[in-house]
Structure formats: C-alpha cells, structure tokens
C-alpha cells in the first residue's frame, strides 16, 4: 500500500473560487472537444452522400446549403455551446440537430443504400455515445423529422446504384468514424479511471498534512490487528502528540500551527520504514503503526524521531509519544490503542517530550 507521501500545499485561491474556475476550464475544454469531431466528421460524412446526390444532379443550392451545413454549422454550435451554462445539456440538442439534418441529407442523395446505411449507422453511435440508448431513441425522433423535411424538398426518390465508387467514397467515413468515437471513450474510461484514483486516495488522506486520516488509518490498523491475531509476528502501535500545541496556535497564529503540522506529518512519512503506516488521529495527535517491529525497535525508531522533530525544529517542540505492542490478550483494536493511549497519558504526566512504552501493569492505571 502507497503511503502519502507529498504533502498537500495550501491553495492561493478560495474553494468555492477554485470550484468555478475548474467549472469554467471544464467547460471550455468541453465545447472545443465536441468542435473537432463534428468540424472533422461532417466533411467525411458529406463525402459520403456527395456521389448519390451528384448522380442525382442536385441543384446548386443544394451544393451551398451542404457546404453551408459541413463548413460553417460546427462553428455556429461551437459559438452557441460557448454562450451556454451548461454546454454540455445543449451540446445534446446539437447533436439532435446533426441527427435531423443527417437524415435530410439521406432523403436529399435518394437513400442510397451503401451511404444512407453508413452515415444512418454514424447516427447512432453518435447518439448512443451522447447519450446512452434513451438518447437514440430522441435521435429517432429527430431523424424521423430529417427524413420528413428531406423527402418534402425533394420528393422520395430511390437511388439504389452501389458501386466500388460508391463503397470508396463511404470508405473514409466508415475507418475515421469508429476511430475518433472509440479514442474518445477510450479517453473517457481514463479520465474515470483517474478521477476515481484522485477519490480514493482524497477519502485516505488527510486533508493538511498528507498522511492517512483516522478513518483510513484505523482499517489498515483493524487489518493488521487481525494478521497479529493469526500469529503473524509483533507490531507495534504509537499515538504521538504535539507538547503544548495550544501554545504555538496561541502565540504564532493558527496558520503557524498548520504549517508545524504538515511539518511533522513529513517527518513521521520521511524517519519510519515505507511499510509503517502513519495517520493523523485527530487535531495534533498522530497515529503509527510498525508492522513487524517488536517493542524494543519501535521504541527506538520513535525516541529517534523525537529526538530529530527536537533538533530540526530547535528545541522548540516536544513530542510525547505513547507506544504499545501488541499482546494475545487483546480482544479488539480498540484495546491496543487504549494501550497506546495509556502510555501517551503517561509520557504527559511524567513531564512530556519522552517516549513511554506501555506496560500490562499500566492496563488498570
Ligand atoms: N493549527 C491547528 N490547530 C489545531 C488543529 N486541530 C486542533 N488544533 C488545536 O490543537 C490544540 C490541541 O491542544 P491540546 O492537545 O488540547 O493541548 P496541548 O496544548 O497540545 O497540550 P498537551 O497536549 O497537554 O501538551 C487545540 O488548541 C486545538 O484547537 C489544526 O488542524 N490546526
């Protein structure tokens, strides 16, 4: 199991602040991600109606609207998308407007089979990816009218030629369109992939210092509770607070305290073993557990890092630190850390800044 090792720094920007400006990048980001497929796929897709509705011998102005249509209207949604609150809500009335006008499109070339079928197919995918399969079914209606409109401008005519010409015009569309919609699920899956990395490890650790939080900690301890149970060596358990903490918020400000904080919890991370798991219990009290360690080397290892917390921060702070090894007696965690804590009440009375290690005397104490 990874520790935290890199300790979270404090944000230059408020976090309802940080919220928007995320939100706001977020958005951006989306509507000029939904421009490139439709600025790159109308032109392949025209490609692949444009042989039928040549052989047609369409109008001029049929040839204007397409180009007007395929140049100019992934613009047009890019602009409306960036006026948008929510662009990703009205990106999906666009993409309803691509599944109206695609289907205008097949009525315009005569439904010709091979394009008809491959820009019908593109539809969908388009819309399952939007959507999810609900949103075909809208996709439906919207075609339904495509259709409809394109079949009163042009009347229903069946252009039913296919030929390799025909298949060589479909062919750039059939090869980019599962490519880009597959890249782009593809990119999906990593950014939930990485969003829930960036949850877990949030819901682990905690928030100032960068060690685990209680919660988290207190599972891997109830674990290796379980594993010393089963008899699989000696480990060791220590709770560690701040001498006159109270003091340094009082004298040099919270935010001075903080800082004393984050500066411990990187010490704890940087002088025990990478397989000791430190937590933060709670305000200036942390948590350590030494998997493997028998009593005399975790009472070492910790009047060590006492003993360096002291010089690095000049004499100025104290650790008291409470330190009990497990023992076949014990029922559950919580009697382990009532050990620990027994012992940190000891080493505070006895005048702080000093390890104690827990005897079974001290259990009625
Ligand atoms: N700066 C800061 N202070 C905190 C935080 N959490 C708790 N505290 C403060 O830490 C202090 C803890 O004080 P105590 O543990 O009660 O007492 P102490 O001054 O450390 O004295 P002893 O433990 O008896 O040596 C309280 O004043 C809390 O307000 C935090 O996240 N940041």
């Known amino acids: 199991m990874d520790r935290p090792t890199a300790l979270q720094q404090p944000s230059e920007h408020p976090p309802g602040q940080q919220g928007r400006a995320a939100n706001g990048q977020n958005r951006s980001q989306f509507v000029w991600r939904?421009?490139?497929?439709?600025?790159?796929?109308?032109?392949?897709?025209?490609?692949?109606?444009?042989?039928?509705?040549?052989?047609?011998?369409?109008?001029?102005?049929?040839?204007?609207?397409l180009a007007l249509f395929v140049f100019v209207w992934p613009w047009i949604a890019l602009a409306l998308s960036l006026r948008y609150r929510e662009p990703v809500r009205f990106e999906r009335w666009h993409i309803l407007f691509d599944s109206f006008a695609g289907t205008f499109w097949i009525a315009a070339a005569g439904f010709s089979p091979l394009a008809s079928c491959v820009a019908f197919a593109m539809l969908q995918a388009n819309n399952v990816a939007a959507g999810g399969t609900r949103f075909v079914a809208l996709g439906w209606l919207a075609q339904l009218v495509g259709v409809g409109a394109g079949v009163a401008v042009f009347g229903f005519s069946f252009h039913a030629a296919i030929s390799l010409q025909h298949l060589?015009?479909?062919?750039?569309m059939m090869v980019l369109h599962p490519l880009v919609i597959g890249s782009t699920l593809y990119d999906l899956a990593q950014s939930v992939a990485r969003s829930r990395r960036k949850l877990r490890t949030l819901s682990q650790t905690d928030s100032l210092t960068g060690?685990?939080?209680r919660r988290y900690w207190s599972e891997l301890a109830q674990q290796e509770f379980l594993r010393c149970r089963r008899?699989?060596?000696p480990s060791c358990l220590a709770l560690i607070d701040v001498d006159n903490?109270?003091?340094?918020?009082?004298?040099?400000?919270?935010?001075?305290?903080?800082?004393l904080l984050v500066r411990l919890g990187t010490a704890l991370c940087a002088?025990?073993?990478?397989?000791?798991l430190v937590g933060r219990y709670g305000g200036d009290e942390f948590c350590v557990l030494l998997p493997m360690t028998a009593e005399h080397g975790g009472g070492t290892a910790l009047e060590w890092l006492r003993?360096?917390?002291?010089?690095?921060?000049?004499?100025?702070?104290?650790l008291s630190i409470g330190l009990a090894?497990?023992?076949?007696?014990?029922?559950?965690?919580?009697?382990?850390?009532?050990?620990?804590?027994?012992?940190?009440?000891?080493?505070k009375s006895r005048g702080r800044n000093q390890v104690v290690v827990h005897r079974h005397e001290q259990a009625g104490a």
Request: proline share 6%.
């Open 34 to 65: 939904a421009l490139m497929p439709r600025a790159l796929g109308l032109p392949v897709g025209a490609l692949c109606l444009s042989l039928p509705l040549w052989e047609l011998q369409r109008p001029v102005w049929v040839w204007v609207l």
């Open 168 to 172: 060589m015009f479909c062919l750039p």
């Open 211 to 213: 060690v685990f939080n």
């Open 231 to 233: 008899g699989g060596g």
């Open 245 to 259: 903490f109270k003091a340094v918020n009082d004298s040099q400000g919270h935010l001075a305290g903080d800082e």
């Open 271 to 276: 002088d025990l073993r990478e397989t000791d």
């Open 307 to 318: 003993e360096r917390v002291a010089r690095d921060e000049n004499g100025n702070v104290g």
């Open 325 to 347: 090894s497990w023992r076949p007696d014990m029922n559950e965690l919580e009697d382990w850390i009532r050990c620990a804590d027994q012992a940190l009440y000891q080493a």
